[in-house]
């Protein structure tokens, strides 16, 4: 099959690219600061690292993160929030605040690292920036922990924006957050979700757009599996064919696909 074919899936993922609505955003700030501690140092930075710091708020992870890093660069959309950093830790050499939304940052042209403890409203928007950012090694966000174990497969079911990006990103599950330990108190517990990018890409650099047409494809709803998803654009009999050699049940719903499956089945059908 050639990846020709895949294309006509494109169509699905204009409104998948779309960013939330900027309305008005509440954020939850970290009350403990040996949990503040410990989401830096999980996220691996150290000094040579540049970090950029999303919603540092109270700046809670930005002084753990100044202990660690070479740099850190933080983007601040509330102008009180900015202004008291900046008198705060504006005397650091190594410390930047930023007045703006980071959704609108442009991604340094060096490596660097992202931790965010952003407002749970716009997490979509912070991991999508974070997956099309080229220069990015990693990130440690806190979200709501429902949105991390979704997107890492805890439920047993997986997301189509981590199968999309499973050939050059990790997602981890990382460790999980009381909502007692933020102020003001949110109504779910969050976690820390980590994304990595992988030292060598699961599919060469040229197959990836190809790739990402079959997962919009598998995800467009259609009869109930993936494999009757897959007939939108393949015979039958070559769909059904495709997804046992990959290892996937003829009836297995779209959502119960482990990635490397996923991975497995582009090979199969761009032999």
């Known amino acids: 099959m050639s990846r020709s074919q895949f294309p006509r899936a494109r169509e699905g993922r204009t409104a998948d690219r779309k960013t939330s609505n900027r309305k008005a955003l509440s954020q939850n700030f970290i009350a403990d600061p040996s949990i503040a501690r410990g989401i830096v140092a999980a996220s691996g930075v150290g000094p040579v690292d540049l970090v950029v710091e999303v919603g540092p708020g109270d700046g809670a992870l930005t002084r753990p993160l100044l202990d660690r890093a070479r740099r850190v660069v933080a983007y601040e959309k509330d102008r009180h929030f900015a202004e ?6 504006g005397h650091h050499p190594r410390f930047q605040c930023r007045l703006g939304d980071f959704r609108d940052a442009r991604a340094p042209d060096e490596p660097f690292a992202v931790v965010a403890n952003a407002p749970f409203a716009i997490t979509t928007d912070i991991v999508r920036w974070c997956l099309a950012a080229r220069t990015l090694t990693a990130a440690t966000l806190v979200v709501q922990r429902e949105f991390a174990r979704k997107h890492t497969g ?31 108190v949110p ?3 969050a976690a820390v979700l980590h994304l990595t990018r992988r030292p060598e890409p699961l599919l060469p650099e040229a197959a990836l757009e190809d790739y990402r ?39 297995a719903p779209v959502g119960l696909v482990a990635p490397d499956r996923w991975i497995a089945l582009y090979a199969v059908l761009t032999r």
């Open 154 to 184: 805890d439920y047993g079911r997986w997301s189509r924006l981590t199968v999309a990006h499973w050939p050059t990103w990790h997602f981890d599950l990382g460790t999980r957050i009381d909502r007692a330990k933020f102020r003001p």
């Open 84 to 89: 008291r950093l900046r008198s705060r830790l």
């Open 187 to 189: 109504a779910v517990d």
């Open 213 to 251: 047409d079959l997962v919009d494809l598998g995800f467009s709803g259609v009869g109930g599996s993936l494999s009757a998803s897959l007939r939108r654009a393949v015979p039958a009999r070559l769909a059904a064919r495709a997804c046992a050699e990959a290892g996937i049940a003829r009836d």
